[in-house]
């Protein structure tokens, strides 16, 4: 399976809570099993997935896109992570793409914790605009 940190901005706004509806910035982190990837990556679907996400190292790959996709990754990346700018309007822009590792610790039916070594990327390639390195630990839990 596939796990969207956050499913939508939406969620992700409400989930984020920014300073009571002010600005604020959001780290989309998208995770997938090697099922999940490689079901992605054939374009027709392929079989019914059946494989959980699992505690391990997910490697993250920047596709130099504002609206990276887990079926567009090059081979051997099995993650995204997109940080974004939000508004209080509900706009949102994304302002890097990052390269590194997620390591999944802990994995339930509620929640995700682990940690993140990664380097922020510009988001359309252009050499030398970078948000230099992002790296500690997170607990997400499902939005209630």
Known sequence: MGF???????????????????????LNIVLGTPQYVAANLSHDGGPPLTEPLRPGVYTLDNEYVSDQDLCMIDPGFDA???????????????????????TLDHV?????????????????????????????????????
């Open 108 to 144: 339930d039916a509620r929640s995700l914790s682990g940690t993140l070594d990664a380097r922020l990327e510009s988001v359309d390639g252009i050499p030398g605009v970078d948000g230099g390195p992002l790296t500690g630990s997170f607990h997400v839990s499902v939005c209630p």
């Open 80 to 102: 995204t992570l997109t940080e974004f700018r939000v508004w209080s309007d509900g706009g949102s822009t994304p302002l890097y793409n990052g390269v590194g590792t997620v």
């Open 4 to 26: 969207d940190l956050f499913s939508s901005f939406t969620t992700q706004a409400a989930c984020a809570n920014t300073a009571a509806g002010g600005d604020g910035y959001i």
